[in-house]
């Protein structure tokens, strides 16, 4: 059964990074497309960056350009999200997501809080 699970949120004061993952388990993940998306409340849901299977397409959302790195150890199943220079702006709940012609796989996000 497919399983993903991401950790690494928390509350951070503006200016500060954080390092989310999220750990894949039950489907062949090196095949898939990873992608990390956020909620803030009383938002739709955005996606923030994507990252193709063997990880040489990468995009991000304009506004964390410069700030967000996403990346994958295929030898370890999981995907990283490096958030850096945080602003309030970016508090939200984060969520992995795994896809593959159609067929997609969702965590139960972590929170990120971007307060002073």
């Known amino acids: 059964q497919a399983r993903i699970v991401e950790s690494g949120g928390g509350l951070v004061q503006p200016g500060g990074s954080l390092r989310l993952s999220c750990a894949a388990s039950?489907?062949?993940?090196?095949?898939?497309?990873m992608s990390w998306y956020r909620q803030a409340p009383g938002r739709e849901r955005e996606l923030v960056a994507e990252?193709?299977?063997?990880?040489?397409?990468?995009n991000y959302l304009d506004s964390v350009k410069g700030r967000f790195t996403i990346s994958r150890d295929n030898a370890k199943n999981t995907v990283y999200l490096q958030m850096n220079s945080l602003k309030p702006e970016d508090t939200a709940v984060y969520y992995c997501?795994?896809?593959?012609?159609?067929?997609?796989?969702w965590g139960q996000g972590t929170q990120v809080t971007v307060s002073s």
């Open positions: 039950g489907f062949t993940f090196s095949i898939y497309s």
């Open positions: 997501n795994a896809a593959l012609h159609g067929i997609t796989y």
């Open positions: 990252i193709s299977s063997a990880g040489g397409s990468i």
